[in-house]
């Protein structure tokens, strides 16, 4: 868990300098912060909705932070059409029916996911189920409770985007993963 806290002020240390690019597509904010963790009991009761057990390294993020508590932006470079905003970073519980678009589409293509999760040596006879973590990323729940990677879905073109869930945050948000201590 500690690490979680030290990503937490390393990421939102980030946040304080972003500036927004002129280009498409959904960036975060200025001062972005993260919202605070959940309780047991919620995790909890996110385990049965989604209808399985979290990875270890998840439920330690969830305890930490849960999503950002300002939505992204997306701008007309053009200046045509008005700045929009979104929630790209799930939060839960609030979340659960928005994200479910992205669990139909990686069921959907799950035969491609299975095929580079192979080629990234994990075990995909144990898959439980997904859970989106941001934008059209989605966490692969393992038996193994150790195990916590991240897929990239868009249609059937899926690459493992972090082979646990730090690297992977670490690789969205453009971290230096040495700077997270342990």
């Known amino acids: 868990m500690k690490h979680w806290t030290s990503f937490k002020n390393v990421s939102e240390n980030k946040f304080k300098s972003l500036t927004i690019q ?3 597509g959904f960036q975060i904010q200025k001062n972005t912060k993260w919202n605070v963790g959940l309780s047991t009991d919620e995790i909890n009761k996110m385990e049965t909705e989604f209808g399985f057990e979290f990875p270890n390294d998840y439920v330690h993020m969830l305890e930490s932070i849960n999503g950002f508590n300002t939505p992204h932006i997306s701008i007309d470079p053009e200046g045509n059409e008005p700045d929009e905003f979104e929630r790209r970073c799930y ?3 609030n979340d659960l029916n928005k994200t479910q678009w992205l669990i139909d ?28 973590l941001y934008g059209h990323r989605a966490l692969v729940v393992l038996q193994d409770k150790t195990k916590s990677p991240v ?14 869930l730090l690297d992977y945050w670490c690789n969205e948000l453009e971290l230096n993963i040495q700077c997270i201590k342990p």
Request: proline share 4%; aromatic share 16%.
């Open 22 to 24: 002129q280009c498409w």
């Open 91 to 93: 939060q839960y519980p």
């Open 105 to 132: 589409e990686v069921n959907q293509y799950k035969n491609f996911a299975i095929v580079c999760l192979n080629e990234s040596s994990f075990n995909t006879s144990s898959i439980e189920g997904f859970v989106p």
């Open 151 to 164: 897929l990239s879905i868009w249609g059937n073109d899926i690459i493992v985007f972090g082979k646990s």
